[in-house]
């Protein structure tokens, strides 16, 4: 069996599609979803990841506000920056790009940020309200995850899943939107026994480690969909993820690639949640 190659780069620009209309509608009321993004420091990867979120943005006519602050910046005048932010009325959206450096909290960063304009869906509340089943914003990955599966018709409910992977902003959300969809949901992580074990049980499997090739053909049930979401630079400069894509093909029904798959669906879940904030900020405040 040769499993099919789920097409985030497809996908994503049909997302994409539709936040540019639904833009489009809401410029006619005079209003443009804004997105501030932060940077800080000169993470090389950072600020590829940055620069394609505002690039998105404006493609999709959301603005965009690109700020990029030295690896010194004090936390203090990271906080202030936030603050102001957050009651800035062009910006419905506000990222802070991570990892942060060192000295910085990047727990109190992400709770300084206004919950109705944390579109990576990362701050407390919204963590909150995802595990509680009502979810404000959803982070971007795991609900770009969502749509492909969805675009793909696999039929959560009922469904087994094992996610590799329990970090804040993929696997554990990852867990809670696929168990609001009705799958039976097991989360592994560095010190689970016999991983194999797990991943052979699974309809579906999602990897999200950042160990390139960690998870191989062997390990996968026939017919099972299988996400990979690592991004991982190889030794020789090429993108590749966390699942070893040529033998997991052969065993898989179907399969992200990596670049092409989850990368862009999660930069498309940005605008959404970006939009979907600037449409929230429009409703009275007792429909919000
Ligand atoms: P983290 O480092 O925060 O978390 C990694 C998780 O993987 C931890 O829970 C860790 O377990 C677990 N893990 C590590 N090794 C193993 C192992 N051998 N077996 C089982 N579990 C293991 O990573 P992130 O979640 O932030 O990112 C994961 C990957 O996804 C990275 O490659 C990252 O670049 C990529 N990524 C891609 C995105 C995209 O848009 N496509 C977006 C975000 C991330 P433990 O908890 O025990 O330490």
């Known amino acids: 069996m040769t499993g099919r190659v789920i097409d985030g780069v497809r996908l994503a620009a049909t997302i994409r599609e539709d936040v540019a209309a639904r833009a489009a509608a809401l410029a006619k009321k005079g209003i443009k979803p804004g997105l501030a993004v932060i940077l800080v420091g000169q993470d090389p990867a950072s600020q590829v990841y940055v620069r394609n979120k505002v690039a998105a943005c404006e493609k999709a006519g959301l603005h965009s506000v690109l700020e990029q602050y030295p690896a010194d910046m004090t936390q203090d005048a990271l906080l202030s920056r936030i603050e102001t932010l957050n009651v800035d009325p062009h910006i419905h959206g506000i990222l802070v790009q991570l990892p942060l450096p060192k000295h910085i909290d990047s727990h109190r960063v992400i709770e300084t940020i206004a919950a109705q304009k944390d579109v990576d869906g990362f701050h407390i509340s919204n963590a909150g309200l ?15 995850v969502m749509k492909m599966l969805e675009s793909e018709q696999v039929v959560l409910r009922g469904a087994v899943a094992v996610i590799v992977g329990a970090s804040n902003i993929v696997g554990k959300p990852m867990a809670m939107l696929l168990q609001a969809a009705g ?24 990897v999200a480690t950042g160990k390139p090739g960690m998870v191989t053909g062997d390990m996968i049930k026939p017919g099972a969909i299988v996400i990979d979401v690592g991004i991982n630079r190889s030794a020789d400069g090429k993108l590749c993820g966390d699942v070893d894509y040529a033998s997991v093909k052969e065993v898989a029904g179907a399969i992200t690639p990596v670049p092409g798959g989850v990368g862009p669906m999660t930069i498309a879940m940005l605008l959404v949640n970006t939009l979907e904030a600037a449409e929230r900020a429009q409703l009275p405040s007792t429909s919000r």
Do not use: E, Q
């Open 130 to 144: 995802l595990m509680t089943g009502t979810p404000l914003f959803r982070p971007c990955t795991p609900y770009g």
């Open 183 to 206: 799958a039976t949901v097991t989360i592994c992580n560095s010190k689970t026994r016999d991983l194999a074990w797990h991943t052979r049980h699974a309809d579906i499997v999602v």
